[in-house]
Protein backbone atom coordinates (compact mmCIF):
# COMPACT_ATOMS: atom_id res chain seq x y z
CA UNK A 1 0.00 0.00 0.00
CA UNK A 2 3.31 2.35 1.02
CA UNK A 3 4.59 1.37 -2.54
CA UNK A 4 1.20 2.14 -4.45
CA UNK A 5 1.32 5.68 -2.61
CA UNK A 6 4.48 6.46 -3.32
CA UNK A 7 4.43 5.27 -6.71
CA UNK A 8 1.21 7.84 -7.47
CA UNK A 9 3.18 10.73 -5.79
CA UNK A 10 5.96 10.23 -8.73
CA UNK A 11 3.76 9.79 -11.39
CA UNK A 12 2.31 13.07 -10.61
CA UNK A 13 5.56 15.03 -10.33
CA UNK A 14 6.83 13.16 -13.26
CA UNK A 15 3.95 13.97 -15.59
CA UNK A 16 3.87 17.71 -13.98
CA UNK A 17 7.60 18.40 -15.13
CA UNK A 18 6.95 16.53 -18.42
CA UNK A 19 4.57 18.73 -18.91
CA UNK A 20 6.40 22.06 -17.99
CA UNK A 21 9.21 20.79 -20.39
CA UNK A 22 6.95 20.24 -23.00
CA UNK A 23 5.51 23.60 -22.93
CA UNK A 24 8.40 25.25 -22.42
CA UNK A 25 10.70 23.36 -24.93
CA UNK A 26 8.63 23.51 -27.63
CA UNK A 27 8.84 27.00 -27.91
CA UNK A 28 5.39 28.06 -27.04
CA UNK A 29 5.88 31.62 -26.99
CA UNK A 30 3.50 34.13 -25.46
CA UNK A 31 1.47 35.82 -27.97
CA UNK A 32 1.82 39.56 -27.93
CA UNK A 33 -0.58 41.74 -27.76
CA UNK A 34 -2.56 42.86 -30.96
CA UNK A 35 -1.66 46.69 -32.31
CA UNK A 36 -4.06 49.25 -31.26
CA UNK A 37 -6.78 49.62 -34.18
CA UNK A 38 -6.96 52.99 -35.26
CA UNK A 39 -10.33 54.55 -35.39
CA UNK A 40 -12.17 58.04 -35.52
CA UNK A 41 -12.56 59.40 -32.30
CA UNK A 42 -15.01 62.07 -33.13
CA UNK A 43 -16.33 63.61 -36.81
CA UNK A 44 -18.44 66.82 -36.41
CA UNK A 45 -19.55 68.75 -38.91
CA UNK A 46 -18.19 72.37 -38.92
CA UNK A 47 -19.87 73.72 -41.67
CA UNK A 48 -21.94 73.45 -45.10
CA UNK A 49 -19.36 71.66 -46.91
CA UNK A 50 -16.44 70.41 -43.85
CA UNK A 51 -16.51 68.16 -41.35
CA UNK A 52 -13.53 67.75 -38.65
CA UNK A 53 -12.16 64.00 -37.97
CA UNK A 54 -10.42 63.10 -34.70
CA UNK A 55 -8.14 59.88 -34.97
CA UNK A 56 -7.13 57.78 -32.67
CA UNK A 57 -3.93 56.35 -33.67
CA UNK A 58 -2.07 54.50 -30.41
CA UNK A 59 0.97 55.02 -28.47
CA UNK A 60 4.12 55.15 -31.05
CA UNK A 61 1.98 55.18 -33.82
CA UNK A 62 2.05 59.15 -34.50
CA UNK A 63 3.44 58.78 -38.60
CA UNK A 64 1.57 55.55 -39.42
CA UNK A 65 -0.23 56.36 -42.11
CA UNK A 66 -3.91 55.51 -42.15
CA UNK A 67 -6.53 54.84 -44.50
CA UNK A 68 -10.03 56.01 -44.19
CA UNK A 69 -12.92 55.59 -45.49
CA UNK A 70 -15.81 57.82 -46.43
CA UNK A 71 -19.53 56.84 -47.12
CA UNK A 72 -22.32 58.59 -48.08
CA UNK A 73 -25.44 56.51 -47.13
CA UNK A 74 -27.67 58.80 -49.42
CA UNK A 75 -26.57 57.13 -52.81
CA UNK A 76 -23.91 54.65 -51.22
CA UNK A 77 -20.87 56.24 -52.45
CA UNK A 78 -17.66 55.28 -51.18
CA UNK A 79 -14.42 57.31 -51.06
CA UNK A 80 -11.09 56.28 -49.58
CA UNK A 81 -8.20 58.66 -48.75
CA UNK A 82 -4.52 58.23 -46.07
CA UNK A 83 -3.51 60.76 -43.68
CA UNK A 84 -0.43 60.58 -40.79
CA UNK A 85 -2.31 63.54 -38.91
CA UNK A 86 -4.60 63.01 -36.06
CA UNK A 87 -6.74 66.07 -36.47
CA UNK A 88 -8.26 66.77 -40.32
CA UNK A 89 -10.95 68.40 -41.80
CA UNK A 90 -12.87 66.52 -44.68
CA UNK A 91 -13.42 69.51 -47.00
CA UNK A 92 -15.44 70.11 -50.55
CA UNK A 93 -17.77 67.61 -49.43
CA UNK A 94 -21.46 67.59 -51.69
CA UNK A 95 -24.84 67.86 -50.01
CA UNK A 96 -27.76 65.94 -50.59
CA UNK A 97 -31.23 67.35 -51.51
CA UNK A 98 -31.90 67.10 -47.82
CA UNK A 99 -31.91 69.49 -44.85
CA UNK A 100 -28.72 67.50 -43.64
CA UNK A 101 -25.73 65.15 -45.33
CA UNK A 102 -24.94 62.00 -43.30
CA UNK A 103 -21.56 60.76 -44.11
CA UNK A 104 -20.11 58.09 -42.22
CA UNK A 105 -16.06 57.05 -41.16
CA UNK A 106 -13.57 54.28 -40.65
CA UNK A 107 -10.25 53.67 -40.17
CA UNK A 108 -7.60 51.04 -40.63
CA UNK A 109 -3.84 50.81 -40.94
CA UNK A 110 -2.78 49.37 -44.11
CA UNK A 111 0.64 47.97 -43.92
CA UNK A 112 2.13 46.62 -46.90
CA UNK A 113 0.74 42.72 -47.52
CA UNK A 114 -2.24 42.14 -45.65
CA UNK A 115 -4.61 45.42 -44.58
CA UNK A 116 -5.68 45.37 -41.03
CA UNK A 117 -9.13 45.59 -39.80
CA UNK A 118 -11.73 48.27 -40.42
CA UNK A 119 -12.76 50.54 -36.72
CA UNK A 120 -16.29 50.59 -36.17
CA UNK A 121 -17.87 53.86 -38.28
CA UNK A 122 -18.48 57.39 -36.90
CA UNK A 123 -21.17 59.63 -38.25
CA UNK A 124 -20.86 63.26 -39.01
CA UNK A 125 -23.29 65.13 -40.16
CA UNK A 126 -22.58 68.24 -42.55
CA UNK A 127 -23.98 71.57 -40.95
CA UNK A 128 -27.72 72.71 -42.37
CA UNK A 129 -27.38 75.11 -45.54
CA UNK A 130 -30.63 77.33 -45.30
CA UNK A 131 -31.36 79.66 -48.25
CA UNK A 132 -32.93 82.55 -46.82
CA UNK A 133 -33.14 84.82 -49.82
CA UNK A 134 -36.22 82.61 -51.55
CA UNK A 135 -38.63 83.36 -48.97
CA UNK A 136 -37.08 87.07 -47.08
CA UNK A 137 -36.60 85.29 -43.96
CA UNK A 138 -34.26 83.00 -41.72
CA UNK A 139 -35.82 80.31 -40.18
CA UNK A 140 -34.00 77.24 -38.79
CA UNK A 141 -35.86 73.99 -38.12
CA UNK A 142 -35.56 72.55 -34.56
CA UNK A 143 -32.72 70.37 -33.65
CA UNK A 144 -30.38 71.21 -36.67
CA UNK A 145 -27.46 71.57 -34.31
CA UNK A 146 -26.75 75.32 -34.75
CA UNK A 147 -26.32 76.07 -30.81
CA UNK A 148 -22.98 77.51 -30.54
CA UNK A 149 -22.12 78.74 -34.11
CA UNK A 150 -22.37 82.14 -35.96
CA UNK A 151 -24.47 82.24 -39.35
CA UNK A 152 -23.08 85.26 -41.39
CA UNK A 153 -24.54 86.72 -44.51
CA UNK A 154 -22.81 88.14 -46.92
CA UNK A 155 -24.58 90.06 -49.92
CA UNK A 156 -22.39 90.23 -53.56
CA UNK A 157 -22.82 93.43 -55.45
Sequence with gaps: MLFLILFILVAIAVFGFALFWVVQGLGLEEIPPPEPMPFVTSAVGTGAHTIHLALYKGSGQGNLQVELERYRPSDQTTSFFFTSLKELDDTDLERDNTLDTLYRYRARYRPPGQPGPWSPPKDAR?????????????TLPEGTGWAGYCLVQRFES
Design 126 to 138: LLPLIDALDTGEL
